[in-house]
């Protein structure tokens, strides 16, 4: 009550001071305040101010504390909090046609994905990061994608630490088309993790721990999941190479895998993973090549897979027309994912630089389902989709 009170009285004086001049303005023969009217005016101001502060409470369950940093410093540390403000996002609108399995055909368009990061470095070892994101139809909901400390400082050390919610670095998931490639269908795994890491000019490494979703048949789930990753880049004029491998203990608890097979996954026992990846670029040509495997096998009812993708791609980048345009072919499959993923997948795209951060993308997909012997359709899909993407 005490705290609209105030609020009230602030508006009615400013809504005050500020209507006197512009009545001025309109009528020349009305007199403007004197400086020294003013001045008695603010001083009044401050006298009810002040009296209504010091009947508010600073003790008992009512209580708030009183304003103790001056004007000048509230600015000042605004000011501070605004400049270790990073912001960046993407938004991508698409338009697709798909006909799948049985033959039927949709279209549609939708608002794909919208992303916002914010980052802020208040002091020079420690950095937070926040990730928001849409995607249209997913319950239309916006979620806390990342949310993440780090502590370290590059300039310093090339250790540091990550502490919260985030992918942990399990496969890389590199590629130039609009959809994801089935690794990353695969493989990606989100969790609220502790990760820590070393990364310098061409190394770059890392270990992390989690409480996932499978328990190996415990009854109480504990902090046993973890994995590793070690990874090398090298830049030259005319060409660059980057490599890297991971490990997860436990595969099945990536964010695919312990939904599509939840009961085996979490009464099983741990199935561990590996991933390669490797990337060469020469000149204006783009070679990718990933691996995502299960190391063991799952009994999924008395059937036991022993799942793996793969994503294989070429690009080549060249001007066309004063843009930059990007051409690339990939060769995408897997194995034991029946029902899950297709068991090749054949694409091809183009990709313009419409404006700086600005990209139009135009994709085809054809798939192919696993073999009615091995539980499948035996049949294909096709799929032509358009992207329109700004990122800032």
């Known amino acids: 009550m005490v705290r609209q009170r105030i609020t009230t009285l602030l508006m009615l004086v400013i809504m005050l001071l500020s209507t006197l001049p512009a009545l001025a303005a309109n009528n020349e023969s009305t007199p403007q305040l ?11 101001v401050d006298e009810l101010l002040a009296q209504r ?19 000048s410093d509230q600015h000042q540390i605004v000011a501070e909090v605004v400049q270790s403000l990073t912001l960046s996002g993407v938004v991508e609108v698409e338009a697709n046609h798909t006909e799948d399995y049985d033959g039927n055909s949709t279209s549609g368009l939708e608002l794909a ?41 590059n300039d310093v050390t090339p250790f540091y630490l990550n502490a919260g919610r985030l992918y942990v670095p399990f496969g890389n998931f590199t590629t130039f088309m609009i959809s994801d490639p089935l ?32 328990s190996e048949g415990d009854e109480f789930s504990t902090i046993e999941q973890f ?56 000149a204006d040509l783009t070679l990718i090549g990933e691996y995502i495997a299960a190391l063991e096998e799952l009994d999924v009812d008395g059937e036991h897979i022993d799942p793996y993708t793969f994503n294989l791609e070429v690009a080549y980048t060249l001007e066309l027309l ?25 694409m091809a795209s183009v990709g313009i630089s419409l404006f700086d951060d600005t990209a139009l993308t135009v994709e085809y997909t054809h798939d192919e389902d696993y073999d009615t012997s091995d539980g499948g359709s035996d049949d294909s899909s096709n799929s032509l989709t358009a992207q329109l993407a700004y990122e800032f």
């Not at 937070?128 to 993440?148: K, M, N, P, R, T």
């Open 34 to 44: 004197s400086a020294e009217m003013q001045r008695l005016i603010e001083q009044k």
């Open 113 to 153: 994905t919208v992303e916002l990061a914010v980052d802020a470095q208040a002091h020079p070892w420690v950095q937070g990061h926040v990730l928001f994101l849409y995607e249209e139809g997913d319950e239309d909901d916006v979620v806390i994608d990342e949310a993440f400390i780090t502590i370290g400082n």
């Open 227 to 282: 994995g590793a990753h070690l990874g090398y880049s090298l830049e030259r004029e005319a060409w660059n190479l980057a490599v890297d491998a991971s490990y997860a203990s436990s595969l099945f608890d990536s964010d695919s895998l312990s939904e599509e097979y939840e009961d085996a996954a979490v009464n099983g026992d741990y199935i561990p993973g590996l991933g390669l990846h490797a990337v060469i670029g020469i």
């Open 183 to 214: 690794t990353l269908e695969m493989g990606e795994t989100q969790e609220t993790a502790v990760q820590i890491g070393y990364n310098d000019e061409n190394w770059h490494a890392s270990m992390y721990t989690f409480n996932g979703d499978t």
């Open 322 to 346: 004063d843009r930059e345009t990007a051409f690339a072919l990939a060769w995408q499959g897997s194995d034991d994912l029946v029902g899950f993923l297709p068991e090749q997948r054949f």
């Open 53 to 71: 502060l010091a009947t508010i409470p600073t003790s008992g369950p009512h209580s708030i504390d009183k304003p103790t940093i001056a004007k």
